[in-house]
């Protein structure tokens, strides 16, 4: 594949999707992580000017942030940065629960409020709301339903993360981002990979395997089952909410 070619294509895919939505230009979420800086330059070529990155710190770590601030200035890009702890806080003062439970249903706000943040600016400029999900985590379900994948594009929806990686090479994101664990940022010390029970490029020959219907029989069978099953649970993430019909 020529990743070259494909950024121009992505970048202008992004510009048309802006253009037919008679939107003015892009806002998106700068965790830190390979797939938001790829996004990022994307978003960056396709609107130079119209573009707003998003740094969304919520009990996120120093080093996330200084690498989202690494790409900001390597690819001098229009910036906010916006503390959510308090808020985060507040809500488990109302809530009740300890801010600094695993528990999926408090780190799940963590996303949520981001995705609030997001779509605050996207009104307020006429920007759409640009997701940073990849083909391997979408068919995990490994995102956070009107959280992250709360979104109006997602531009690499359709590679994996062995083909982000790739892209990111062509970009120049910046090697420590590239080299670093994938993680969501959800507590200290998770990452994805431990969360997926998965290595991605294991997770991505699957993927790649399925697509072109060839067969997984070389796989691990309880790998294989765990990826299919995993892919039903989650189809509803990817889906409009059902509407009951009157018959």
Not at 58 to 71: F, G, H, N
Not at 159 to 180: N, Q
Not at 196 to 209: H, P, T
Request: with cysteine.
């Amino acid at each position: 594949m020529d990743y070259e070619k494909l950024s121009i294509e992505i970048s202008n895919w992004i510009k048309r999707q802006v253009e037919d939505a008679n939107a003015k230009g892009v806002v998106f979420g700068l965790s830190g992580g390979v797939d938001s800086a790829v996004v990022a330059v994307l978003c960056k070529n396709a609107f130079p000017q119209e573009h707003l990155a998003l740094i969304l710190p919520c009990y996120s770590t120093k080093k996330d942030l200084d690498d989202a601030e690494l790409v900001v200035k390597k690819f001098s890009l229009n910036y906010k940065l916006v503390d959510l702890k308090e808020v985060f806080l507040s809500f488990g003062k109302i809530l009740d629960f300890d801010p600094q439970s695993k528990e999926l249903a408090v780190v799940n706000i963590k996303p949520r409020l981001r995705m609030i943040t997001l779509y605050y600016f996207a009104n307020k400029l006429n920007y759409l709301v640009v997701g940073t999900g990849n083909k391997s985590e979408l068919t995990m379900g490994y995102f956070t339903k009107y959280g992250d994948g709360g979104v109006d594009i997602i531009p690499i929806g359709d590679l994996t993360k062995t083909e982000v990686y790739k892209l990111a090479e062509v970009l120049r994101i910046p090697k420590r981002i590239i080299k670093k664990p994938p993680s969501a940022g959800l507590w200290v010390g998770q990452t994805d990979e431990d969360e997926m029970g998965i290595k991605y490029k294991q997770l991505d020959k699957i993927i790649s395997a399925m697509e072109e219907n060839k067969s997984l029989s070389k796989f691990n069978k309880n790998i294989v089952d765990k990826v299919l099953l995993k892919k039903k649970q989650n189809l509803h993430k990817l889906l409009p909410p059902k509407v009951f019909k009157i018959k």
